[in-house]
């Protein structure tokens, strides 16, 4: 059983190891984690290029690196950080100049050392995303960009990520399990973390684009783009400066 958010009390034993076995599918385009990097190219949207040659992004729980070129190809030297050594070993393939296995809630990092800080697809999977997102905000530096995604804690969220997309059999589909919508994350709560560590994050949702899906699904196409939507109660992402 896995904690509700803000309750470090327990967390799923095996989830780090899930992630470890499923390390040779990252860069999978049909793999169990395909949508992750078609997530990754929205993402790379929102943050700006690099202002200096020295510029330094982390990823919080890069998994195998699917942000990694989209960080090198903005100008930044990319750091991951991740629990689980296989994928961090896959992120070294992909562009990362450092890879270093903490845990995103305490990171080993001084505090304003990074000029971009993003956190994909993390936050829903850890019994405190706040302690992240405080981490986060922490090791940026002011004027930095903060670029967070993640899942709303709402019905929604739990009938489209978790009753659809584990269920439904086509390539792409995550695992079983994957999600465990205990762990959505509340979008004020979110945003009141943020604020009281010095970014002010605006919120918008992304969604798969239908025709993209439908030829993924028929095998005509390798990846699907993401458009931004209104409503951000499903996917969403937030997106701030460090004051
Ligand atoms: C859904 S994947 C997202 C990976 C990557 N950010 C992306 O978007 O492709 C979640 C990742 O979070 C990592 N993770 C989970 N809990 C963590 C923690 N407490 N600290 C660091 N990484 C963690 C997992 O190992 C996994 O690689």
């Not at 470890?20 to 793999?31: H, I, S, T, V």
């Not at 949207?45 to 195998?64: K, W």
Request: charged letters at 25%; glycine letters at 8%; hydrophobic letters at 40%.
């Amino acid at each position: 059983m896995l904690a509700r958010n803000g309750d470090t009390s327990e967390i799923r034993k095996d989830f780090i190891s899930d992630y470890d076995e499923l390390a040779d599918q990252w860069w999978d385009p049909r793999g169990a984690l395909a949508p992750l990097g078609w997530i990754a190219r929205a993402r790379a949207d929102f943050v700006p290029g690099a202002r200096h040659e020295e510029a330094r992004l982390l990823d919080i729980a890069c998994g195998g690196g699917l942000f990694g070129p989209h960080a090198v190809a903005k100008g930044y030297r990319a750091v991951g950080v991740d629990l689980s050594e296989l994928s961090l070993r896959e992120a070294r393939r992909h562009g990362y100049a450092e890879t270093v296995r903490a845990d995103a809630t305490a990171l080993p990092f001084d505090d304003a050392t990074f000029d971009a800080v993003t956190a994909g697809q993390c936050l829903e999977h850890v019994p405190d995303p706040f302690a992240v997102v405080a981490e986060a905000c922490r090791v940026l530096r002011p004027g930095g960009t903060l670029v967070v995604d993640t899942i709303a804690d709402t019905r929604t969220a739990r009938l489209v990520s978790i009753t659809l997309a584990e269920n439904v059999p086509i390539a792409g589909h995550p695992p079983r399990g994957t999600h465990d919508h205990h762990l959505f994350v509340n979008r004020k709560r979110l945003t009141t973390a943020a604020r009281r560590h010095g970014v002010e994050l605006t919120l918008l949702g992304l969604r798969p684009r239908l025709r993209d899906m439908a030829r993924y699904a028929a095998g005509r196409l390798d990846a699907v783009r993401l458009v931004r939507t209104r409503s951000t109660s499903v996917l969403y992402l937030g997106v701030g400066t460090k004051k």
